[in-house]
């Protein structure tokens, strides 16, 4: 049985979200695994926390309930029992067996009813959320996947089940919310400097605040790894490996930044220059590859 699939022989009597296709990449995220730093376990969770937290409240979930996190698009999924689903964050086109849906609507998905993600035009991840939850088994107090730890359930697969929890008592307030639209050709976050800008020379922080980045194809949930100007140190040698948080600046000794998102190592050892505010951390995570990023002050 797949790790993710519904046990025992009366699971079909259950809601539950068969995977018939995942696209790229799918997991389950939820609002994260907290308070395990010290054991080398990282926080985890929805990469873009605004979509994230939109969808639960479009379907009056609780704030921490599991959802499916989809990389440009291509998750396919069949309804096992009636179920009420929503779409937020990256504007992927939606379709309910054949005809078109909204992002960010409350949708009602009979049973058997198949609803497909397509590639979204702009922004990276979009988030599949459904009433009551994806109700896996937690690890760690949370049921999001880590993928660079392997911790939390495992990637779905086509054929997995994956239970849905029982449904709140509270009932979404409206059927449709507007919403910002997420990603784009161009986006600015705000930094703090630290702290290891002494590290850098006055010229690579000038360099920093006034030059593009792109994100290149060599990213994921763990970090976004950018093109441009390369940070020159003031100094020689290494530090020891230090406390890492998402939104760091981290620059290998090739001097082009790494930007930690939410699978990051809790540790490490290269010099972070700056730090993305937390506010700023969900444009980060819907840059795509060719997103050119500017940092500012």
Do not use: C
């Not at 779409?87 to 949708?107: M, Q, S």
């Not at 922080?205 to 060599?218: H, K, N, P």
């Not at 040698?237 to 760091?248: D, K």
């Not at 981290?250 to 190592?265: C, I, K, M, N, S």
């Amino acid at each position: 049985m797949p790790e993710n699939a519904l046990p025992g022989p009366d699971s079909s009597t259950a809601p539950a979200l068969e995977i018939l296709a995942t696209g790229p990449m799918t997991t389950v995220q939820d609002a994260g695994r907290f308070g395990h730093a010290a054991l080398g376990v990282g926080r985890s969770g929805a990469a873009d926390t605004d979509s994230y937290a939109l969808a639960n409240r479009i379907l009056a979930n609780p704030a921490g309930a599991a959802a499916l996190e989809a990389t440009l698009g291509g998750l396919r999924v069949r309804a096992r029992g009636a179920v009420t689903v929503t779409v937020t964050g990256a504007e992927t086109p939606v379709r309910v067996d054949g005809r078109g849906a909204a992002v960010n609507e409350v949708l009602h998905l009979p049973d058997g009813a198949e609803l497909t993600l397509g590639a979204p035009a702009r922004g990276l991840r979009s988030y599949l959320a459904v009433r009551g939850g994806v109700a896996v088994p937690p690890v760690l107090g949370s049921r999001s996947t880590d993928v660079l730890a392997g911790l939390g359930p495992a990637l779905p697969e086509a054929g997995d089940v994956l239970p849905v929890g029982p449904a709140p008592t509270a009932f979404p307030d409206l059927d449709h919310v507007p919403a910002r639209r997420v990603g784009g050709d161009r986006v600015e976050l705000r930094v703090e400097l630290g702290p290891r800008e002494d590290w850098f020379t006055e010229r690579a922080l000038s360099a920093l605040l006034s030059g593009d980045y792109e994100v290149t194809s060599r990213s994921d949930r763990v970090g976004a790894r950018l093109a441009g100007p390369a940070l020159e140190r003031s100094r020689e040698g290494e530090l020891p490996s230090e406390g890492m948080v998402a939104g760091s600046l981290q620059v290998p000794p090739g001097g082009e930044p790494v930007l930690f998102l939410a699978d990051h190592p809790v540790t490490g050892g290269y010099p972070v220059v700056a730090v993305v505010r937390s506010a700023d951390l969900p444009k980060a995570a819907q840059a795509r590859p060719g997103t050119r990023i500017r940092f500012v002050l």
